[in-house]
Nanobody, 117 residues
C-alpha cells in the first residue's frame, strides 16, 4: 500500500485545515489508518486513528478539535483539524497497519502544517 498525504499549509491560530491520505489503488477499509505528527525538536506522536469498523481514537491534545473520517470509496482518509493552535505545528504523517498488528507498516511522506499565532 502506498500512502499519499496532502493538504498541509500555513494557517493562523483558530483556522481549520483538512489533511487527506490517499491509499494508492486499494481501499483503506482493511487497515487501521493512523495519523501522526512530529513537531520541530520533538518526537513523533500519535494524533489519532480509525479502524476498519470506523471506530476512532484521538490523543487528548486534539480531542474535540480533530476528526478522522473516510470517504465513501474508502480509499481516502481525512484529518479535519479545527481551532488550530500554534502547538499543532508539525509534519503530519498518515500510516496504515493491519487491525491485528501492532506496528504501522505503511507510511505516507508527511505534509507540513504551520500554525501562526
Amino acid at each position: 500500500v502506498q500512502l499519499q498525504a496532502s493538504g498541509g499549509g500555513l494557517v493562523q491560530a483558530g483556522d481549520s485545515l483538512r489533511l487527506s491520505c490517499a491509499a494508492s489503488g486499494r481501499t483503506s477499509s482493511n487497515y487501521v489508518m493512523g495519523w501522526f505528527r512530529r513537531a520541530p525538536g520533538k518526537e513523533r506522536e500519535v494524533v489519532g486513528r480509525i479502524t476498519p469498523s470506523d471506530n476512532t481514537f484521538y490523543a487528548d491534545s486534539v480531542k474535540d478539535r480533530f476528526t478522522i473520517s473516510r470517504d465513501d470509496a474508502r480509499i481516502t482518509v481525512y484529518l479535519q483539524m479545527n481551532n488550530l493552535k500554534p502547538e499543532d505545528t508539525a509534519v503530519y504523517y498518515c500510516a496504515a497497519r493491519y487491525e491485528g498488528g501492532s506496528e504501522y507498516t505503511y507510511w505516507g511522506q508527511g505534509t507540513l502544517v504551520t500554525v501562526s499565532s
